[in-house]
């Protein structure tokens, strides 16, 4: 059974920036990140591939960034220009090797409010 323990999240300004971290108990492929808003399905931000290759959801294309250090088994969501719309509960997603779907272990969350 593979761990996430997610961190970073809390309340920033619009405008502002977030950095999110993800480290996974063990080895794994694929991982990336999701989000639920209330009232919303959970959807796509953005996955990574082990070999660093990214997915991004539309949404956040040109102002989140995903990265991994596979050395710490982590990965990283630097979240700039944020925007209202970008509050959400923030879940760490691993397994597989697709970047277009998710694997099977979720992190608890972590809350992003964008609100002035």
């Known amino acids: 059974q593979v761990q996430l323990v997610e961190s970073g999240g809390g309340l920033v300004q619009p405008g502002g920036s977030l950095r999110l971290s993800c480290t996974a108990s063990?080895?794994?492929?694929?991982m990336g990140w999701y989000r639920q808003a209330p009232g919303k399905l959970r959807e796509l931000v953005a996955r990574?591939?082990?070999?660093?290759?990214?997915n991004y959801a539309d949404s956040v294309k040109g102002r989140f960034t995903i990265s991994r250090d596979n050395a710490k088994n982590t990965i990283y969501l630097q979240m700039n220009s944020l925007k209202p719309e970008d509050t959400a509960v923030y879940y760490c997603?691993?397994?597989?090797?697709?970047?277009?779907?998710?694997?099977?272990?979720w992190g608890q969350g972590t809350q992003v409010t964008v609100s002035s």
């Open positions: 063990g080895s794994i492929y694929a």
């Open positions: 990574i591939s082990s070999g660093g290759r990214p």
């Open positions: 997603n691993a397994g597989g090797d697709s970047i277009y779907f998710a694997g099977n272990y």
